[in-house]
């Protein structure tokens, strides 16, 4: 069992999820990867507050419940990543908004998306059964909602003094 976490540690990549319950969950080794990089663990953090605060996994299921009507069980897999796809890009969207207000670079997400994949090594496209973008569309994405929204629009957050610190032993984030 220590030698699994061990070599999770070691090799696993960025990874965080966000609850209904408004717990996320982000792997020890995403803090590793990132070393120092607050605002890009910063937007990991937006992005899974973001699925979070708008319902995300209830929005998701009772979307499936809906379109899976008088369709056959065979089709769920592709209309459910369809689904997942699309909130992963308003929560991409979101995740930038919430990074913007708070006074980091418009492109801070961007940064966060395109360190995700090449530490994956997933440069791959889109494909029908992914519950995510593939990197061109995601990035894509992002690009454009930047370029629609004016940030000088956005009410800006005032810095806060306040720091991040991890417990390695107990495995949290604490400000």
Do not use: V
């Not at 699925?51 to 979307?63: A, G, P, R």
């Not at 440069?123 to 454009?144: A, C, F, N, V, Y």
């Amino acid at each position: 069992e220590n030698e699994i976490i061990r070599q999770a540690y070691l090799y696993g990549n960025i990874e965080a999820w966000g609850y209904a319950n408004g717990t996320i969950d982000i792997t020890r080794q995403t803090f590793r990867i990132l070393e120092d990089r607050q605002n890009l663990l910063g937007c990991i953090i937006s992005h899974e507050l973001a699925h979070i605060l708008n319902y995300h996994s209830f929005n998701k299921d009772k979307e499936l419940s809906e379109q899976m009507t008088g369709k056959p069980e065979e089709a769920k897999e592709l209309i459910s990543a369809e689904i997942s796809r699309k909130y992963e890009s308003i929560a991409d969207a979101k995740s930038q908004e919430m990074m913007i207000r708070a006074g980091y670079p418009r492109d801070t997400c961007l940064q966060m998306i395109d360190l995700l994949h090449k530490t994956t090594g997933d440069g791959s496209g889109t494909q029908d059964i992914d519950m995510h973008p593939g990197h061109s569309e995601r990035m894509q994405s992002l690009r454009k909602y930047l370029d629609a929204i004016n940030p000088t629009t956005l009410k800006m957050q005032e810095k806060t003094t306040g720091t991040w610190n991890y417990n390695s032993l107990g495995n949290y984030l604490k400000e």
